[in-house]
Structure formats: C-alpha cells, structure tokens
C-alpha cells in the first residue's frame, strides 16, 4: 500500500513552453502532497505543500506564478512549470501524507525534466 | 531553520566491508528521522525511520541510530555489496522534511 505515481517520468521540452506533472496516490486518499526539486548532485528542496481544495504553501524562493500547483481532488495533484528555461531543468519528485498514517510521507518515483 | 548535513559527501569501499555514514542536524525538536536510498535517476525508497522516541532500527544488514539530543543519526551497513552502490539521503521531520545532500556510496566488486 501507500503507492505513489508521477507523470510523465521524464519530459523534454523547449524554452518558453509550459509542462504539467501530475502526482497520483493510487491506493489511498492524499490530504497533503508535497513538491520537491533536485538539482544534479544536490539534495531534495521543498517547494511546495499542497492541501486538497486550497492554495499551495510556497517555500521561500520559489515563485508560486511559474510554478502552478494545484490539488483539485484526494488523489492528484499537478504542477505547472510555466514559461520553462533551462534553468528549470531538473528532477521533480511528489510525495503525499494520508492523515490516517501519520506524518509519513510517501514519495513519487520522479519527473526528469529537461528544458531546451 | 533546521539544516541538514550529511559525511562523507562520497565513499568509495571494497565489498565486504562494514561502513558507518553520518547525518547531522541543527534543531533537536524533531518528530523523526529516516533514511532513504536514491539510485541514479530514480525516486526515493526508504530504509529505517527511526521516531524521536526511539534511538535504532535495524533491518537486515542496515541499522540506524538517533541521538537527538547531540543532533546526530548514523547509518550501518554491514557486509557492505556492490548491490548496495546508491545515494543514502538523511532527511529529518520537523513541521516539514529536510533532507541533506545524500552520501554517495560505491562498493567496489
């Protein structure tokens, strides 16, 4: 149980374009979903958490207009790299929390994103 | 803001050895701590969560300690094997979870 699927697994697509990834738990209901970046060599950041029906919380430094997080329903949640740079390249990683399991969260298996 | 730091920043050993990887943090108030395993391009898989009231979990070869109140968790693996070759993430719990830049770890056949 506590499966979690992300959408594309990798992506490739031209500068100044926008890409969606979607995040899905797929056997159990996600209340909370969280975002994560990773550069090449570095470790996890928190971007973004999300809650189902209400607007994301976004880390300090990250901008909530090029990176669109929404978490319409209890099993997806999506996000939005709009106008995408090179600099955007990168891994994306889900994870999501069920409050019936605690605060455990279950990770996404990750989008490799390129930009062009 | 809790920081995260994981030694060595790389390891390169011969299979058959036992290997200790450190992971230290900043802020003591933490819910739990826990070790994952990132293979090149892939996601996250998790080892041990470790809960703040505990001090180690051990599951087969790997076994992690806590001590919360010097801010530091250690990762064990005994018999180390080629197989085990991968990025070790510590990643603390406090509101959120921060992890450090990950040990990478090469066993040599």
């Known amino acids: 149980g506590a499966v979690v699927s992300q959408h594309p697994s990798w992506v490739i697509c031209k500068s100044g374009t926008s890409v969606k990834i979607e995040c899905r738990s797929l056997?159990?209901?996600?209340?909370?979903m969280f975002w994560y970046r990773q550069f090449p060599k570095q470790s996890l950041m928190l971007m973004a958490t999300s809650n189902e029906g209400s607007k994301a919380t976004y880390e300090q430094g990250v901008e909530k207009d090029k990176f669109l997080i929404n978490h319409a329903s209890l099993t997806l949640s999506t996000l939005t790299v709009t106008s995408a740079h090179p600099e955007d390249s990168s891994f994306y990683i889900c994870?999501?929390?069920?409050?019936?399991?605690?605060?455990?969260?279950?990770f996404g298996p990750g989008t490799r994103l390129t930009v062009t | 803001k809790q920081e995260v730091t994981q030694i060595p920043a790389a390891l390169s050993v011969p299979e058959g050895e036992n290997l200790v990887l450190n992971c230290s943090f900043t802020?003591?108030?933490?819910?739990?701590l826990q070790w994952f395993r990132q293979d090149p391009g892939k996601g996250l898989t998790s080892l041990l969560l470790i809960q703040s009231s505990q001090r180690e979990q051990t599951s087969g070869r790997l076994n992690a300690s806590l001590d919360k109140s010097s801010g530091r968790s250690t990762l064990y693996i005994a018999a180390s094997q080629p197989g085990d070759s991968a990025t070790y993430l510590c990643a603390v719990w406090d509101n959120d979870m921060r992890f450090g830049a990950g040990t990478r770890l090469t066993v040599k056949p």
């Open positions: 994870s999501a929390r069920e409050p019936q399991r605690g605060r455990e969260q279950y």
């Open positions: 802020d003591s108030a933490i819910y739990n």
């Open positions: 056997d159990f209901q996600a209340t909370t």
